[in-house]
Antibody, heavy 121, light 112 residues
Framework: EVQVLESGGGLVQPGGSLRLSCAAS????????MTWVRQAPGKGLEWVSA????????HYADSVKGRFTISRDASNNALFLQMNSLRAEDTAIYYC??????????????WGQGTTVTVSS | DIVMTQSPLSLPVTPGEPASIFCRSS???????????LDWYLQRPGQSPQLLIY???NRASGVPDRFSGSGSGTDFTLKISRVEAEDVGVYYC?????????FGGGTKVEIK
């Protein structure tokens, strides 16, 4: 079965760091574009970051650019999101998701259950 | 950034009846390849989002054929031909033409 499983969320103080992980199973992660999408409490969905499957090119929302880094480990079939300089407004459920293809950012066909990040003192 | 606007915000529906959700983008979502880069997602209560439609009108694998997507330029529609109880939740459109990808604010569908 094709699935992804996030981990690494938790409570962190403003200015702190956290590293989210996304373990993929049933498919080879580096063959597909992958993304992180977040959802603040009671709010809608916000695209955060993505990486293409073919070239490994990365993209970020302006709200996280310079603070968050997306990366992947082919040997462990995993995706990561390194989050630094965290702010209260980063509090959200973070979803890892897979795109349909390697080279284009459309069609998020596999989603994880999400991991919760809370930024608070 | 491309701004996505959905309407209505809330949609009470009657099982067995049709329902439509609208999504407007601040600029055309037509790619040079002729496709419209617009996805639709459903987030059921307490669940992760799921893909319904991609590239404007392509139904995702396993999605019932009562769901259909249409539109062009900046105006898109998700239609449910006959609503079922399991269709309740929040529907989101998302433009996938350019980064940053952006979502609409969501349309909450509930049974009357």
């Amino acid at each position: 079965e094709v699935q992804v499983l996030e981990s690494g969320g938790g409570l962190v103080q403003p200015g702190g760091s956290l590293r989210l992980s996304c373990a993929a199973s049933g498919f080879t992660l580096s063959n597909y574009a992958m993304t992180w999408v977040r959802q603040a409490p009671g709010k809608g969905l916000e695209w955060v970051s993505a990486v293409t499957g073919d070239t490994g090119r990365t993209h970020y929302a302006d709200s996280v650019k310079g603070r968050f880094t997306i990366s992947r480990d082919a040997s462990n079939n995993a995706l990561f999101l390194q989050m630094n300089s965290l702010r209260a407004e980063d509090t959200a459920i973070y979803y890892c998701a897979k795109y349909l293809y390697a080279h284009s950012y459309y069609g998020l066909d596999v989603w994880g259950q999400g991991t919760t990040v809370t930024v608070s003192s | 950034d491309i701004v996505m606007t959905q309407s209505p915000l809330s949609l009470p529906v009657t099982p067995g009846e049709p329902a439509s959700i609208f999504c407007r983008s601040s600029q055309s979502l037509r790619h040079s390849n002729g496709y419209y880069y617009l996805d639709w997602y459903l987030q059921r209560p307490g669940q992760s989002p799921q893909l319904l439609i991609y590239l404007g009108s392509n139904r995702a694998s396993g999605v019932p054929d009562r769901f259909s997507g249409s539109g062009s330029g900046t105006d898109f529609t998700l239609k449910i031909s006959r609503v079922e109880a399991e269709d309740v939740g929040v529907y989101y459109c998302m433009q996938t033409l350019q980064v940053p990808l952006t979502f609409g604010g969501g349309t909450k569908v509930e049974i009357k």
